[in-house]
């Protein structure tokens, strides 16, 4: 057949073989588009994507590395505090025991009860001695300063 040309279309001529090799190349290419082939990706994509992973996980491991070595350091200062506690307390008990110490004096050995021994009743009772007089009344020194301390609380710094 002779083709002619009008405008943009153009008659071509084929014979029915053409025209059967022309669609059978048509059918196989559908096919292959509509069945998913193995190979989805070429190997310089696949090289691509497998350096994106690894430079992904190089990043998480070094960001997870960090963040363990942060928290390292944070559990050492904890534990640094919690010592430093512990030893502030135990000063803070030490200077109660030496200052209740200086206030009562020091610890008198205990002596075994013994009844004291039965005197002769005289016919005079003797008068009990005064208490001593002090700038605060007849309240002692210790006892006004423990009165003046009950109301305050230690505090640890």
Not at 67 to 77: D, G, H, P, V
Not at 120 to 134: G, I, M, N
Request: hydrophobic share 35%.
């Amino acid at each position: 057949m002779s083709g002619t040309t009008s405008g943009t279309d153009k008659l071509v001529s084929l014979t029915f073989e053409e025209l059967e090799s022309i669609r059978e190349e048509a059918r196989e290419e559908g096919r292959r588009a509509a069945a998913p082939s193995g190979e989805l990706f070429t190997a310089e994509e696949m090289l691509a994507i497998r350096e994106q992973y690894e430079e992904r996980t190089l990043a998480e491991q070094h960001r997870r590395e960090e963040l363990e070595w942060k928290i390292r350091l944070e559990l050492a200062r904890a534990r640094e505090g919690e010592v430093a506690a512990r030893k502030a307390a135990n000063d803070m008990s030490a200077l109660a025991s030496s200052l209740e110490l200086l206030l009562d004096g020091p610890p008198q050995p205990a002596r075994a009860q013994t009844p004291p021994p039965v005197r002769a009743q005289s016919q005079t009772p003797v008068p009990a001695a005064p208490r001593p007089t002090t700038p605060f009344g007849s309240e002692t020194h210790r006892d006004a300063f423990r009165r003046a301390m009950a109301g305050r609380k230690l505090s640890v710094a």
